[in-house]
C-alpha cells in the first residue's frame, strides 16, 4: 500500500478509525510530517486536533538515525543500546539535548502561541504521524499524552516497521498501522509526494480546523421547487449554502419523504461542508399511499433523473457537480438514475438502502457508490453485499457500528453524515479546492 501524499494517507487512516468517533476522541498529530495527516483523522472524526511537539535525537554526524526522541514537557526516550553502538558520547548527548531542547520550545511557542494544550484528562487520544521508523519519537508523544492524564491512547500511522510497532504496542493501549512492510527502507519511500512540510502548513491546518469547530453560521432558508413530471406535481425542499462546490440529490425509502428528519439531518451536515441540497418527493401524497408505486424502481428511478436534468439546467446550480443520496428503495431508485445517466451523477451513497432492487442495471453504473449498513442490520447487510458483487464501478461497503436499519442510536446518523461527506469530497468535489486545505503536500 502506497499514499499519494499526506491528506490520501490521512483519509486512508480514518476510514480505520471510525468506531472511536463514538469515544470523542482528541487528535494529537505530531510536526511536522503528522500534522496534514492528523488533520484529515480530525476532520472524518468530527474531533479537536492538536500538536504535541517531539523532536528526534540524532546520532553525530546521522542526524537521520534516531537514538532517542524527547517531546514537549521533557520527556525523553533515549536507547542505550543504539547510543553505544554508534559511539555516542554522555557530552554528545547533552549537546544534542540542548539544541533539540531549544527547537522543541521554539516550535510549541510556532504552533500554539499562547493557547493552552487541548486537554486530555480522562479522554482518548490518537497520536498521529506519517510513519514509524524507530518509533521513539511516537513512544515520547505517547508517554506525553498519557502524562497529561489521557485514559487511552491510541498510536495511528499509515506505515511502520514491524519493530517499531512491536515497540509501541507494549506501550499504547492500541496500534493501528495500514501497511506494515517486510522491509520498511523510509517512511518516504511509501509516498508519491513527501515533500517536506513548513511551521506555516502546520499553523494554517490547525486553524482550519479549529474554524471547523467554531459555531456555525446559520445556513440559507431552504427555496422550495415544484415540478410538473409526467402529469405529477412533485415538491423539493433546496438548499444552497455560500459558495457551494456541488449538489446532492436526495432520493428517500418507502414511507418517507423530503420531511425525513434523518434526511434532513444529513443534508444540513452536508450543507456545512460545502455542498447544495435538494430533497425531492419523487410521489405525490396519493401514490405514496400505494405500495404498488413505492417499490416502482424504474418510476423512482426516471423521476430523479427528470429532477437531475432541472438541476443542470437551472441558473443556481448550473455546473455543480451532482451526487445522489439515497435510502431504503430510494437507494435503488439512485442506482438504477445513475445507471441511465452515465457521468453525469459523480458520485452515489446509499444508507440502509436496498441496491439490490436495482439488480438489472447495477453493472452500468458508473459514479464511485457508497453502500452504509448498520452493524445491526445483517439482512440488509447481506442484500449489499450481493449487489455490490454485481458493481462495477469503484464502490465500498461501510458498516456503522451498533446501528440498526433507521440509525436511530446517538452518533449513528452523524457517523453516516460523515462517511458520506468524506465520500462526496473525495469523488465528487475533488476537482474543487477545498477552502480548508493549505498549498497540497
Not at 402529469?231 to 433546496?238: E, F, H, I, S, V
Not at 459523480?346 to 444508507?351: F, K, Q
Not at 439482512?379 to 457500528?401: F, M, S
Request: with cysteine; hydrophobic share 45%; glycine share 10%.
Amino acid at each position: 500500500m502506497t499514499f499519494r501524499d499526506r491528506y490520501d494517507a490521512g483519509r486512508r487512516l480514518a476510514a480505520a478509525l471510525t468506531p472511536l468517533a463514538f469515544e470523542s476522541p482528541v487528535v494529537i498529530g505530531l510536526p511536522r510530517g503528522g500534522v496534514p495527516v492528523a488533520f484529515e483523522v480530525a476532520r472524518a472524526l468530527g474531533a479537536p486536533l492538536d500538536v504535541l511537539a517531539v523532536r528526534k535525537l540524532g546520532a553525530p554526524g546521522h542526524p537521520e538515525f534516531a537514538v532517542g526522541a524527547l517531546a514537549e514537557e521533557g520527556i525523553g526516550v533515549l536507547a542505550p543500546e543504539v547510543a553505544a553502538q554508534v559511539g555516542m558520547t554522555r557530552a554528545d548527548l547533552d549537546r544534542i539535548m540542548d539544541r533539540e531542547s531549544a527547537e522543541l520550545e521554539r516550535r510549541t511557542h510556532a504552533y500554539r502561541g499562547d493557547r493552552a494544550p487541548a486537554p486530555l484528562a480522562g479522554r482518548t487520544a490518537i497520536v498521529v504521524d506519517d510513519g514509524l521508523a524507530t518509533g521513539l519519537t511516537v513512544l515520547a508523544a505517547v508517554r506525553a499524552v498519557r502524562e497529561r492524564g489521557a485514559a487511552h491512547t491510541i498510536v495511528a500511522v499509515p506505515v511502520g516497521s514491524s519493530e517499531a510497532v512491536a515497540l509501541l504496542r507494549k506501550e499504547a493501549d492500541r496500534v493501528v498501522c495500514l501497511n506494515v512492510p517486510e522491509q520498511l527502507y523510509s517512511v518516504g519511500s511509501w509516498y508519491s509526494d513527501f515533500a517536506q512540510v513548513t511551521d506555516q502548513q502546520v499553523t494554517t491546518l490547525l486553524a482550519a480546523a479549529g474554524r471547523a469547530r467554531e459555531p456555525h453560521a446559520a445556513l440559507p432558508a431552504a427555496r422550495a421547487v415544484t415540478l410538473d413530471v409526467g402529469g405529477q406535481r412533485l415538491t423539493g425542499d433546496l438548499v444552497v449554502p455560500r459558495g457551494a462546490r456541488g449538489l446532492v440529490l436526495f432520493a428517500h425509502g418507502s414511507g418517507s419523504s423530503r420531511l425525513s428528519p434523518r434526511n434532513r439531518a444529513v443534508a444540513e451536515i452536508l450543507n456545512r461542508r460545502g455542498l447544495a441540497t435538494l430533497l425531492f418527493d419523487l410521489l405525490g401524497p396519493e401514490e405514496a399511499a400505494t405500495r404498488s408505486r413505492v417499490f416502482d424502481i424504474p418510476l423512482l428511478a426516471g423521476r430523479l433523473e427528470a429532477v437531475t436534468r432541472w438541476a443542470r439546467g437551472d441558473d443556481e446550480l448550473a455546473g455543480l457537480p451532482i451526487g445522489y443520496f439515497g435510502a431504503s428503495t430510494g437507494a435503488a431508485a439512485a442506482l438504477r438514475a445513475a445507471g441511465e445517466l452515465g457521468d453525469v451523477v459523480g458520485a452515489v451513497v446509499s444508507r440502509g438502502g436496498r441496491p439490490d432492487l436495482a439488480e438489472d442495471r447495477l453493472e452500468f453504473v458508473t459514479a464511485p457508490t457508497l453502500l452504509v449498513v448498520g452493524g445491526h442490520d445483517p439482512a440488509v447487510l447481506e442484500l449489499n453485499r450481493q449487489a455490490a458483487a454485481l458493481l462495477r464501478c469503484p464502490h465500498e461497503i461501510r458498516l456503522v457500528p451498533g446501528a440498526g436499519h433507521l440509525f436511530e442510536e446517538p452518533g449513528a446518523l452523524e457517523m453516516v453524515a460523515r462517511l458520506a461527506g468524506d465520500w462526496f469530497a473525495e469523488h465528487l468535489t475533488a476537482a474543487a479546492a477545498p477552502e480548508t486545505y493549505p498549498t497540497a503536500i
